[in-house]
C-alpha cells in the first residue's frame, strides 16, 4: 500500500518551454501533498505544499508564477515548470500525505529528471 | 531554527553492522524517519521514531534516539550489497505542521 507515482520520470525540453509533472496517490486518497527539489548530492527542499481544493503554500524563494501547482483531486498534484530555464534542471520528487495516518507519514514517488536544454 | 546535519559517507563491510548518524537541533520534533534512496530513484521510507521514545527495532533496523542530545541514529545489522544507498534522517516538528526537514543525507557503501 501507500504508493506514488510520478510522470514523467524523465523529460528533457527546450528553455522557454514549459513541462507539467504528475504526481499521483494509487491506492490512497492524499489531501496533502509536497513538492521537492533535489540538487545532485543533495538533500532534499521543500518547495511547496499542496491542499486538495485550494492554493500550494510555497516556501520562501520558490516563485509560485514559475512553479505552478495544482492540487485537483485526492488522488492528483500537479507542477508545471514555466518559461523553464537550464538552472530549472533538478530531480523534482513529489510526495502525499495518506488521510487518517496517526503518523501523519509521507509517502515518495520516484522523482522526475528535468533536462532544460 | 531547523537544522538536520549528517556525515556523508559511510562504507561498511558486506555482513557487518552499519551506523548512521543524524542531529537536529529543533527540540520540539515530534515525529523522526529514516529514509533511503537509491540511484535515480525517490525516497522510501524505512522506518520512523516517535519523539518520547528512545528506541524502536525493526527487523535488521534499529532506531536510537537520544532526545537530550538531539541525536538520532540508524543501526542496519548484517548490512548487504543491497543495503546500498543513501539514507536521509528527516524530522517534523509541531504536529499538524506536516513539513519535514531533511538532513544532508549519508551515502552507504558496502564493501564485499
Known amino acids: 500500500g501507500a504508493v506514488v507515482s510520478q510522470h514523467p520520470s524523465r523529460v528533457i525540453c527546450k528553455s522557454g518551454t514549459s513541462v507539467k509533472i504528475e504526481c499521483r496517490s494509487l491506492?490512497?486518497?492524499?489531501?496533502?501533498m509536497f513538492w521537492y527539489r533535489q540538487f545532485p548530492k543533495k538533500s532534499l527542499m521543500l518547495m511547496a505544499t499542496?491542499?486538495?481544493?485550494?492554493?500550494?503554500?510555497?516556501e520562501q524563494g520558490v516563485e509560485k508564477d514559475k512553479f505552478l501547482i495544482n492540487h485537483a483531486s485526492l488522488t492528483l498534484s500537479t507542477l508545471t515548470v514555466t518559461s523553464a530555464h537550464p538552472e530549472d534542471s533538478s530531480f523534482y520528487i513529489c510526495?502525499?500525505?495518506?488521510?487518517?495516518?496517526?503518523?501523519?507519514?509521507?509517502?515518495f514517488g520516484p522523482g522526475t529528471r528535468l533536462t532544460v536544454l | 531554527g531547523e537544522d538536520v546535519e549528517q556525515s556523508l559517507f559511510l562504507s561498511v563491510r558486506e555482513g557487518d553492522s552499519s551506523v548512521i548518524n543524524c542531529t537536529y537541533t529543533?527540540?520540539?520534533?515530534?515525529?523522526l524517519y529514516w529514509y533511503k534512496q537509491e540511484p535515480g530513484a525517490g525516497l522510501q521510507l524505512l522506518t520512523y521514531?516517535?519523539?518520547?521514545?528512545d528506541m524502536k527495532q525493526d527487523q535488521r533496523l534499529t532506531v536510537l534516539l537520544n532526545k537530550k542530545d538531539k541525536h538520532l541514529s540508524l543501526r542496519i545489522a548484517d548490512t548487504q550489497t543491497g543495503d546500498s544507498a543513501i539514507y536521509f534522517c528527516?524530522?517534523?516538528?509541531?504536529?499538524?505542521?506536516?513539513?519535514?526537514?531533511f538532513g544532508t543525507g549519508t551515502r552507504l557503501t558496502i564493501i564485499p
Open positions: 510526495s502525499a500525505r495518506a488521510i487518517r495516518t496517526t503518523t501523519d507519514t509521507q509517502y
Open positions: 499542496s491542499n486538495e481544493g485550494s492554493k500550494a503554500t510555497y
Open positions: 529543533d527540540s520540539s520534533s515530534t515525529y
Open positions: 491506492d490512497f486518497q492524499a489531501t496533502t
Open positions: 528527516a524530522e517534523r516538528t509541531n504536529f499538524g505542521n506536516e513539513k519535514l526537514t
Open positions: 521514531i516517535f519523539s518520547n521514545m
